[in-house]
C-alpha cells in the first residue's frame, strides 16, 4: 500500500510540473494514459503517510471501577475509537484496537493513534513530555488546562465553567520518530477528545502538506451534541517542534 501510494503522489508531483495533463505524464512514465488512471483510482491519497505505514495501534485507555480487575471503557473514548478504525481503514491501514491498561507502561512498537491523556496512563504523560510546544497543567482546585508554553497562555475546558457548556478543548500532536509515526490525542475531558479526532480526520490533507515529515501540536475546540460535534475550532494553529 505505501508503494501504491507513492506512485501515486509520483504521479501528482509529475502532473504539477508537467502544467496538469496525465497525458503527459503517461508520455514521461512510458506508461498508457489508462494504467496512469489506474495508479490514481487504486491506490491511496499521499496523505496517508500522516500515520505512517502500518499496520496501526489505535489505543484508547481503560478505565478501573473501585476493586474490579476488569476494566472499561468510556463512551466518549470508544466514539473515538471507532471513529478512527474507520477512517484509517478508508485509508487501507489494517488497525487493531488496543486498550491500555493504566497499571501498566505500554509503548507503541509500531505506527499508532493513542487516545489518552497525561494523568490517565504512563504513555500520555510519557508523549507529551516530549512536546516543547504545548502540554497539560494541573492548577489548584483540581482543574486540567492545555498549556502554550511559548506565551503561557492556558485552555480551560467549557465543562469546567461555572455554568458548564456541552464543550471541550483538547491536544492533538504528531510524533515522527526514526520509522516511526504516533499520533496523540488527549481531551481536558474524555469528551473533547472526539473533536480532535474529528478535526484530525476531516483536515488531514492539509495537516499532512504543511507537515509531512515533521512533529507538531496543537489544540482545539468543540462543542458538541451529544457525542458528535456541532463545530471544531482551533484554539492553537499547529506548530513544529524544533
Known amino acids: 500500500m505505501e508503494l501504491a501510494r507513492l506512485r501515486r503522489a509520483a504521479i501528482e508531483e509529475a ?3 508537467l502544467g496538469g495533463s496525465y ?3 503517461a508520455k514521461a512514465f512510458g506508461l498508457t494514459k489508462g494504467r496512469i488512471t489506474q495508479i490514481r483510482n487504486s491506490a491511496p491519497p499521499a496523505h496517508r503517510a500522516f500515520f505512517g505505514v502500518g499496520p496501526l495501534d489505535v489505543a484508547v485507555v481503560g478505565r478501573r471501577i473501585l476493586e474490579r480487575e476488569d476494566m472499561v471503557i468510556a463512551a466518549e473514548d470508544d466514539a473515538v475509537g471507532s471513529h478512527l478504525i474507520d477512517e484509517v481503514e478508508q485509508l487501507a491501514f489494517t488497525a487493531d484496537r488496543r486498550v491500555i491498561d493504566p497499571r501498566e507502561e505500554w509503548e507503541p512498537s509500531g ?3 493513542v487516545v489518552c491523556g497525561p494523568a490517565s496512563a504512563h504513555i500520555g504523560n510519557a508523549l507529551m513530555s516530549e512536546d516543547q510546544v504545548l502540554g497539560m497543567t494541573i492548577a489548584d482546585g483540581g482543574l486540567w488546562y492545555i498549556v502554550d508554553k511559548t506565551t503561557g497562555e492556558r485552555f480551560s475546558s467549557p465543562m469546567d465553567d461555572p455554568e458548564p457548556r456541552r464543550a471541550c478543548v483538547a491536544y492533538l500532536a504528531r510524533h515522527v520518530r526514526d520509522g516511526q509515526v504516533v499520533t496523540h490525542i488527549a481531551g481536558i475531558h474524555a ?5 480532535a479526532a474529528h478535526y484530525l480526520t476531516e483536515h488531514l490533507a492539509e495537516l499532512y502538506a504543511a ?3 515533521e512533529s507538531f501540536s496543537m489544540a482545539v475546540a468543540a462543542e458538541f451534541d ?3 460535534p456541532k463545530s471544531i475550532d482551533v484554539l492553537v494553529p499547529p506548530r513544529a517542534w524544533a
Do not use: C, F, N
Open 226 to 228: 451529544g457525542l458528535a
Open 15 to 17: 502532473r504539477d510540473q
Open 191 to 195: 469528551l473533547g477528545s472526539i473533536g
Open 23 to 25: 497525458t503527459e505524464v
Open 111 to 113: 505506527d499508532a493513534v
Open 211 to 213: 507537515h509531512p515529515e
